[in-house]
């Protein structure tokens, strides 16, 4: 299935950023934010719609989706930090493709949206739209 590739592509790109003393939190893995000095990031992928783009014997379903993650730095470190790091793991994604298993997902231009503060943490979200084109 090709969610599952799309998936592996994206936690293994995200997995090339290195940051001192941040951690990388993905999805559905136990993590306590207590654990973090400085701050963590916490990453998604979002399936999004599909459409069928071509007709005959072999089908082409044309799929989107985002790539969110999400920049948490501690209160009082300053929101620079948290939008370089933003900025840093959208430039990994910014115009690639990347392929595995015969899927290659093409990375559109990140969006930024500075969440701001709650409770200790400061927050700056990143969105890459992506999309996959997939036969059956």
């Known amino acids: 299935m090709s969610l599952d590739v799309v998936d592996k592509i994206i936690s293994t790109q995200f997995a090339t950023w290195s940051a001192t003393n941040f951690a990388k939190v993905f ?9 973090s000095d ?10 999004g719609d599909s459409n069928q783009i071509s007709m005959g014997a072999t089908k082409n379903y044309r799929h ?8 948490f730095v501690r209160k009082g470190k300053g929101s620079r930090l948290a939008k370089k790091y933003a900025k840093e793991i959208g430039e990994i994604f910014r115009g690639n493709q990347f392929t595995d298993s015969g899927i290659t997902i093409t990375c559109r ?28």
């Not at 999805?27 to 654990?35: G, L, M, Q, R, T």
């Not at 400085?38 to 399936?47: C, D, E, N, S, T």
């Not at 989107?64 to 920049?71: D, L």
């Open 109 to 136: 231009s990140p969006g930024y949206a500075a969440v701001g503060q709650s409770g200790e943490w400061y927050q700056v979200n990143v969105n890459v739209p992506i999309q996959w084109d997939e036969l059956h």
């Open 64 to 71: 989107v989706g985002n790539f969110i993650a999400q920049v």
């Open 27 to 35: 999805e559905n893995v136990e993590f306590e934010p207590a654990d």
């Open 38 to 47: 400085i701050g963590y990031v916490k990453a998604f992928f979002l399936p």
